[in-house]
């Protein structure tokens, strides 16, 4: 729990500054409309789960859950604007 609470987060804020990175100043796209984007993503990702459902299949969210991950992380990266 330590290294969790405090060596982890005093490693990374030591490279946050080492590297020079800046926050950004505003996204690209607004709040409401980011909220609507990721409910559609998640639509998405329960459909295409839904479309190669095979019966008995032991794990039925997974793929959903791993699709709106890299979804969302995507988006993340298209959204986001540095200074």
Do not use: D
């Not at 405090?6 to 590297?19: H, N, T």
């Not at 100043?25 to 980011?34: A, L, N, T, V």
């Amino acid at each position: 729990m330590i290294l969790k609470g405090f060596v982890y987060p005093w490693l990374l804020a030591r490279a946050l500054k080492e590297a020079g990175v800046q926050r950004e100043i505003e996204p690209f796209i607004g709040y409401i409309p980011s909220i609507l984007t990721g409910i559609a993503m998640l639509g998405v990702s329960l459909w295409i789960e839904q479309a190669s459902l095979v019966e008995g299949q032991a794990l039925p969210l997974v793929v959903p859950a791993a699709l709106m991950t890299m979804l969302t992380g995507l988006f993340w990266v298209v959204a986001r604007k540095r200074r």
